[in-house]
């Protein structure tokens, strides 16, 4: 998606091993969040921001941290992945919250932790 | 929490057709309302938007109702082509300045 990136697009990773997922934006928007999409659950929110080095939890935010130390960019971290934690991940930005516009989301980063 | 559903999570219609997605939401003071699509592999994307002073809005192929007697949202896909197949699902901007999303419907049209 134009202006939001995300990487790894794919990653597998071991029980119990530390990963970090980042969201890369060119749109210089204030908010930023973590969802994971699952079967039966839609996008759940994990963490977001609301500027540098703003930020709070979501509904599902256990096991997560995240960071934002510049505007472009949010990174969040499983800081010993678990196979609960298997989940396709969606970062979005948006310029006034869900006031206006909407979220633009990103690709998305599926995990698998194995 | 926020509850956003919707009322058939699979939906198959004919090429050609009208297709109609519900959605039914439960914080009566939300006041913004959006219908995304998303693609197979693909983040969700925004189709059409609906403030509560309005009851309907129209796009281009896409028309959003909403009833805020009953809180309930619906979308409208005229004509439905191959390419409209994918899981909508609505979302509304319920407490903390965030968005709640529902967890969609999956549209599947036949050619």
């Known amino acids: 998606d134009a202006g939001i990136t995300q990487s790894p697009r794919h990653k597998v990773t071991e029980t119990g091993t530390p990963v970090t997922l980042r969201c890369h934006q060119t749109?210089?928007?204030?908010?930023m969040y973590w969802y994971r999409q699952d079967p039966g659950h839609g996008l759940r929110l994990i963490h977001y921001?609301?500027?540098?080095?703003?930020?709070d939890k979501g509904e599902v935010s256990d096991g997560y941290s995240v960071s934002r130390s510049k505007t472009e960019d949010f990174l969040l971290t499983l800081e010993s992945a678990t196979s609960s934690q298997t989940s396709v991940y969606f970062c979005?930005?948006?310029?006034?919250?869900?006031?206006?516009?909407?979220?633009?989301f990103g690709s998305g980063t599926r995990l698998t932790v194995v | 929490g926020e509850s956003v559903g919707l009322h058939l999570p699979t939906l198959s219609v004919q090429e050609g057709d009208n297709s109609i997605i519900n959605c039914a939401y439960s914080n009566s003071a939300s006041d913004y309302f959006i219908w995304y699509k998303q693609e197979s592999g693909k983040g969700p994307q925004f189709i059409i938007d609906i403030r509560s002073n309005m009851d309907k809005r129209q796009g281009q192929r896409v028309t959003v109702l909403l009833n805020k007697t009953v809180k309930h949202l619906s979308l409208q896909i005229a004509a439905t082509q191959p390419g409209d197949s994918a899981v909508y699902f609505c979302?509304?901007?319920?407490?903390?300045?965030?968005?709640?999303f529902g967890t969609g419907t999956s549209l599947t049209v036949i050619p």
């Open positions: 979302a509304e901007n319920g407490a903390g300045n965030q968005f709640y």
């Open positions: 921001s609301y500027g540098v080095k703003d930020t």
């Open positions: 979005a930005i948006s310029d006034k919250g869900a006031r206006d516009y909407g979220y633009t």
């Open positions: 749109e210089n928007h204030r908010y």
